[in-house]
């Protein structure tokens, strides 16, 4: 393993610790005093999953088998270097629509307000490619100028014949999107791929 991809490997095996969550706009964040990555995709993605596959702990977040696990965003501390902002999913269907739109609000409001933040890690199933709502997201985060690392997950459930196409039809959206970055990383939670990597991406943007 290079020197980076080490020191990558021993920051997300030291400490990271629950900050706390806030539930609507007015909340109020943890200091701005960390390079900050938030986590963002559809409900049901696999944001959570990641987050404690990065971590290598089962139950940093909590997941869930039906969309919505997650109903705030959720600040974790990772020693002291990077903040991890585990955001809940938007698309899902099973709540209202006034509790879908405040979600919505509190989504965008962080994502356009958030002096720390640095990176928005985009998460997209890779069964599914990118939809109208991803869209919306990544124009949202081109306006507030989030550089965005487009991310697909399970990718343990694509056959590996289908893997290429998957990734050059994502690959095409984010390049669409000027905050996209021109790097993609498919991941898997289920079986480690990709997590080193990604790991790797993220050591980068913290002072070291
Ligand atoms: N096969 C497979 N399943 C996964 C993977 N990542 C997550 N899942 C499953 O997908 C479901 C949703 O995972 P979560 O991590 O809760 O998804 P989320 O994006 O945080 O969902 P919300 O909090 O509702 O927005 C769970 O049943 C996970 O076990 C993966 O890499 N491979
Ligand atoms: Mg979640």
Redesign the pocket.
Known sequence: MSDAGEAARKLFAGPCDFVWGIQRVGDALPPAKLPEVA?V??????????L??LTGRKTL???????????QINFFDLSHKLMLA????YG?AKVSKSEAAAWQEMIFDYLRGRSSLCRALL?IDARRGPGDSDRQVLTLLNQAAVSTLVVL?????VAEKDRAAALTGTQDEARRHTVALEQIIA?????GHGIATLREHLFGLTAH
């Open positions: 986590f995709g559809r409900s049901n993605v696999g944001k959570s999953s990641l404690n596959a977040a909590r997941v869930s088998q039906t969309p919505g696990a997650t109903r585990d955001l809940p999913g899902f998460l997950t399970k990718l343990d459930e991941t898997s939670a289920k079986n």
